[in-house]
Every structure is written in C-alpha cells, then in structure tokens.
C-alpha cells in the first residue's frame, strides 16, 4: 500500500476551469511537497508546506494536518499547466516519499 | 545563478557496461538526493549524501549500485554492469541544509537506456 495517495489519476479540463488535486498520507508528516513535471521529464518544485495555506500566481496549496490531507488547486487553467503533479512527503527522515502522480490535461 | 545541474541528460550503455551519473548541486548547497523514476513510475527514493557522507542508503538495490558526493566535485551515481531493468531517469536534487523544512531543487535529469 503506497503511504502516500493522490486522485485521480488523470484529469482534463477546458481551458479557464478551476481544477482540484487531493493527496493523502498515512502517518504524521514534518513537511509536503507539491512538484510539477512537464512532457520532457523536467521537475519543478512548486510548494512546501508543513501546515496552512500558500499561494503562487493561479496555483494554491493547502494542507490541514489533523485529516492528513493536502489539495493543489489551479485556478482559471491554461493548457501550458498541462503536466503530471505529484504530492511528496517527509515523515521522519529528510527522504521524499512520492505519490504516483496526477496527470494533468487541459485542452484549449 | 546556476540551478542543479546533471550530466549526461541522455546516456545510452550496453548490458554489462558501467553507467556514472553526474550531479552538481545548487552553489552553496550541501545536501543531494538521487532518485529514480522508473517507465510508466513515480519517482522513488534511492539515496541521501552530504558532502563525504552517506546519509541514507535505504532505496538503493544492494548490488552493482553507489553513490559519492566527495569534497569537491559532483556527486557521482554509479551503476556498475547494467541490465535492461536499469533503464530509467535519474534525478538528482539539492538543498542547503537538511531537517526535512527546505525546498529541494531538481536536476534535468539524466535518462539511461541500457540496450
């Protein structure tokens, strides 16, 4: 069983929809990590958060411990956000532990 | 302000030869993490090294795999006689100091076929 869950797994979306991505752990956590990699392999780190809520341009990540829960969400989307994201966590070492991804389309 | 840098992006080897992956952390950091994203995978821990040390050896195969980050120069992934099964991308990622809190910069990524 992976520690860590994201849903769904593949996603589409029209251009300028509000899009949700979940993710959820196992077991207290000292920090979660929201990455994004595009078509070409790239990774970006987008997000570390260890509790609340933290904003980036359309993108906003929010984490509530207690449910050992986190969401991405992308307001008004845009096909160049097309990419797999993917949720990690740290438990009690530095090591990232990674969900499987939620790969993400939007169609113009 | 050079970013994580890794060489080769591409490295093609044949069964049995040696692979040496290349990763040069983010100036100033100290701290490297390897990992492997296997086709069609998510990424997996493989190993965690600050300068001369191994941290965290846990995710890496216990044959034919090592890993080095000496005093100076890159940080070096070593696969040793390579099988098919080997052929995945390798990312390598830095950050200043550990305790689980700072971000962590990705490398490009090194993509090894092993034919």
């Known amino acids: 069983k992976n520690e860590v869950e994201q849903s769904p797994q593949n996603l589409t979306a029209q251009e300028g929809e509000f899009i949700t991505i979940n993710c959820s752990y196992s077991v207290g956590i000292s920090a979660l990590h929201w990455l994004q990699q595009h078509p070409g392999g790239g990774i970006v780190s987008l997000f570390m958060l260890s509790s609340g809520k933290k904003k980036h341009g359309r993108l906003i990540a929010t984490i509530n411990i207690q449910e050992k829960h986190s969401s991405l969400h992308i307001t008004a989307s845009h096909p160049r956000d097309s990419a797999v994201y993917i949720c990690?966590?740290?438990?009690?070492?530095?090591?990232?532990?990674f969900g499987t991804g939620t790969r993400l389309q939007v169609f113009p | 302000n050079a970013g994580v840098m890794q060489n080769p992006r591409h490295l093609v080897r044949r069964r049995g030869q040696e692979a040496r992956l290349r990763c040069s952390p983010m100036?100033?950091?100290?701290?490297v993490y390897w990992y492997r994203q296997l086709p069609e995978e998510g990424l997996k821990f493989m190993v965690y090294?600050?300068?001369?040390?191994?941290?965290?050896e846990s995710g890496m195969p216990k044959e034919r795999f090592s890993a080095e980050f000496p005093k100076e120069g890159p940080s070096i992934l070593r696969i040793q006689q390579v099988v098919r099964g080997d052929s995945a991308a390798y990312f390598c990622a830095s950050l200043g100091q550990g305790g689980g809190t700072d971000t962590q910069y990705f490398g490009p990524g090194t993509r090894l076929t092993v034919l």
């Open positions: 090294l600050q300068k001369e040390n191994i941290i965290d």
């Open positions: 990690a966590v740290i438990f009690n070492t530095d090591k990232l532990i």
């Open positions: 100036k100033g950091h100290s701290h």
